[in-house]
């Protein structure tokens, strides 16, 4: 679930300002950044006539390595800057390209266009006339490459300060920052790259990686692989599709405490009537629950209220989601205890913690440190967030989990992964990329009925 660094600008600087202090050489670090990202380019646009932007600053020193590395590889090399280079590393880079420099705002435009204006140093929105020619040369070219980040994203939060131009591919140098995985910045490159420059980087914020899932061992039982309760309500086939969600992931044995009708299929799921508050904490009782799941289907009336009461005070290990989090965001008297796995989507997220600021991950990190209990904020860039500062952040989801149920399915998953390892952060990445990878392998406009289907080869992929 570990997947590379998301470094902040600041903490970008820190982290190569510490491999200087401990004698990497400064413009030794730039020739290994354009050689990275050069290699990237060659393999995508071999020897299609390039023109490269150059900005003022460090970004621009990348740009003018990467278009000596493309020009002695026999690629026809233009390049374009936007002033004078200002700081010592790039006017050696400058120098070491030693060719003709072109006006970017006149420059005419080339097969492939590398976007070397700006990186972690932007500060604000490019000048209209820089950000409209940036927009044609990229626009019109076969081939388009930011380096390390599209010119004109805001790199810590993934807004877009000023208008940008979609790329093929975004190089990341060193590490990712949260513009590549935040929206909307994350869509304005089709794919990502990242070249390692070998200098060390804190780790507490990562992209999702895949999960190392394992098998039960030869004494496992239903019980000890993990026992869940997902609590009904009013729409059972939101809580049934948590429940099968949860069995698929791997728990042992799951429960469902119906209201209404009991659902007949698949007969694996444990149906059990419990209406009022006090006939679910009698269920909740049982020391083998591993995970608690209120929210799908519950319902806002009063019943619903206080069954959610009983699982709020039940001591076991809880997921909320939808309209358990709908209630806690309405009722300040209903605490939710820590080590919880909390699922807001955008909305049950802004009512909760709206008078949070900062990117996605500092206001996840934010929430998930005010209750106590891991965060995921669900989205095309869904973060993980724990109260002890760590956040993963997923991407490449589909768009077609945009459909009824698929937040059950989810919220199930996580249900699921807490009964089996005890652990809420660990089991809300596992969920996630379930979730993300049962979707990518059902392809085109599925169901949330499908992604359940499509769970068991998810799971088979990682063990
Ligand atoms: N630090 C290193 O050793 C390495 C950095 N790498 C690359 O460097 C950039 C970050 O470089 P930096 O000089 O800090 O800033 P930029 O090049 O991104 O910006 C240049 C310069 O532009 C000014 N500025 C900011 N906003 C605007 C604007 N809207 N219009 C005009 N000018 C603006 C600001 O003063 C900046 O100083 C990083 O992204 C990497 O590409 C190497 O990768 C590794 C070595
Ligand atoms: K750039």
Same mark, same amino acid.
């Given at each position: 679930m570990d997947g590379p660094p998301i470094l902040t600008a600041m903490q970008m600087r820190a982290a190569e300002q510490a491999a200087f202090d401990a004698g990497t050489d400064p413009y030794a670090l730039m020739e290994k950044a354009g050689a990275g990202a050069a290699e990237i380019i060659w393999r995508t646009g071999h020897r299609r006539d390039t023109l490269v932007l150059c900005g003022p600053g460090n970004n621009g020193g990348d740009g003018f390595v990467i278009a000596r590395l493309l020009r002695d590889r026999g690629v026809t090399v233009r390049v374009a800057a936007l002033g004078e280079s200002r700081t010592a590393s790039a006017q050696r880079a400058r120098v070491a390209w030693d060719g003709p420099v072109e006006d970017m705002l006149i420059a005419a435009g080339a097969g492939q266009v590398v976007d070397a %204006?700006?990186?972690?140093?932007?500060?604000?929105? %490019?000048e209209a006339p820089v950000a409209a020619r940036l927009c044609e040369l990229v626009e019109g070219a076969t081939l388009s490459h930011a380096v390390d980040l599209p010119s004109g994203v805001g790199g810590d939060d993934g807004a877009l300060l000023s208008d940008v131009p979609r790329y093929g591919i975004c190089v990341a140098l060193g590490a990712f920052k949260p513009a590549h995985l935040l929206y909307p910045a994350a869509g304005q490159a089709g794919r990502l790259a990242l070249v390692d420059l070998g200098i060390s980087l804190p780790g507490t914020v990562r992209r999702l990686g895949s999960p190392a899932l394992t098998m039960p061992g030869p004494d496992a039982h239903k019980y000890n692989r993990g026992l869940v309760v997902v609590i009904g309500g009013g729409m059972a086939g939101a809580s049934q599709l948590a429940a099968v969600a949860a069995a698929r992931s791997g728990a042992g044995a799951v429960r469902r405490l119906a209201i209404g009708g009991m659902v007949?299929?698949?007969?694996a799921i444990i149906q059990r009537r419990a209406e009022q508050g006090d006939a679910v904490a009698r269920e909740l009782e049982d020391e083998r629950i591993g995970a608690v799941l209120a929210g799908p289907g519950l319902g806002l009336d009063q019943e619903a209220g206080g069954r959610l009461t009983a699982a709020l005070g039940s001591g076991r290990p809880l997921v909320l989601d939808a309209d358990a989090l709908t209630w806690a965001a309405k009722d300040a008297a209903l605490s939710v205890p820590g080590g919880s796995i909390l699922t807001p989507h955008e909305g049950e997220f802004q009512r909760l913690f709206g008078d949070l600021r900062g990117s996605k991950v500092d206001r996840a990190l934010a929430a998930a440190l005010r209750v106590g209990s891991v965060v995921?904020?669900?989205?095309?860039?869904t973060v993980i967030a724990a109260p002890d500062g760590r956040a993963r952040v997923a991407s490449g989801g589909s768009t077609w989990l945009s459909t009824a149920g698929t937040g059950d399915v989810l919220a199930g998953l996580a249900a699921g992964r807490l009964a089996v390892t005890g652990d809420p952060f660990r089991a809300a990445c596992e969920a996630v990329w379930l979730h993300g990878e049962a979707a990518r392998r059902s392809g085109a406009a599925f169901i949330a009925d499908d992604l359940l289907r499509a769970l068991p080869a998810a799971i088979a992929a990682r063990l």
């Open positions: %204006l700006f990186g972690t140093g932007l500060t604000r929105g %490019l007949a299929e698949p007969h995921v904020y669900k989205g095309p860039d």
